[in-house]
């Protein structure tokens, strides 16, 4: 077992990670990068007009949200998820790719990529996020949230692999407002810090990123 693997699993079996992901959660971080839509009619939309979807999870844990997904949109949704551990289930996925995703191919032409619980374990966003682009078709969408900081003890700390330098890429990333052949949107979520509510806050707790390919 890996040194990436045995933390993943780790942590796993602590509860810090959690792999029981469901389309209704996925909704509500739809919701919360500002989507007032939810996943099924986003894909039901590709499914219209160019007669199926290709959608990929990074970090999809049991793959029970592409699962669910299929189920209320069509069978011509192909879902597909990369994790570092294996499925319960295989058949909840069209394609599962077993590995860290900094180490696997992405698949291509995707139209929905989706990230949610996984980026700041995952970390070196500055190499992983331009592999995300690449891998939209064209009219492909990416939504992805970035946890990024915590209070631990009254102390604030940084999640997962994030630090210093991925929060100066994601914030250039923000300024320039396009990366590779994406529109990109890149917001903060403020980090409340008990006491000081009414101090404007200082910190991010997450970023919220949503990319278009042209």
């Not at 590779?180 to 970023?207: D, F, M, T, W």
Request: negative net charge.
């Amino acid at each position: 077992m890996t040194g990436s693997v045995h933390d993943y699993v780790e942590k796993y079996s602590l509860g810090v990670i959690l792999r029981d992901n469901t389309l209704s959660e996925y909704n509500t971080f739809l919701k919360n990068l500002g989507e007032h839509t939810s996943l099924e009619k986003i894909a039901a939309e590709y499914v219209k007009r160019k007669g199926s979807c290709r959608i990929l999870d990074i970090g999809c844990g049991n793959g029970q949200a592409l699962h669910e997904l299929k189920q209320h949109v069509s069978t011509l949704v192909h879902a597909i998820g990369i994790d570092l551990l294996p499925l319960h289930d295989a058949r909840v996925l069209d394609e599962f790719i077993q590995g860290n995703v900094h180490d696997v191919p992405l698949p291509s032409e995707c139209d929905i990529i989706v990230s949610f619980r996984a980026l700041h374990e995952i970390g070196s966003l500055e190499q992983l996020l331009p592999r995300v682009t690449n891998a939209l078709g064209k009219g492909g969408r990416a939504y992805l949230w970035i946890r990024f900081r915590k209070i631990v003890e009254g102390k604030i700390v940084f999640e997962g692999e994030m630090n210093e330098h991925e929060e100066k890429y994601l914030q250039t990333m923000a300024s320039q407002r396009e990366l590779g052949n994406c529109r990109v949107l890149v917001e903060s979520v403020p980090l409340p810090i008990p006491g000081q509510a009414h101090h404007k806050p200082a910190y991010a707790a997450g970023y919220i990123i949503v990319m278009l390919r042209q």
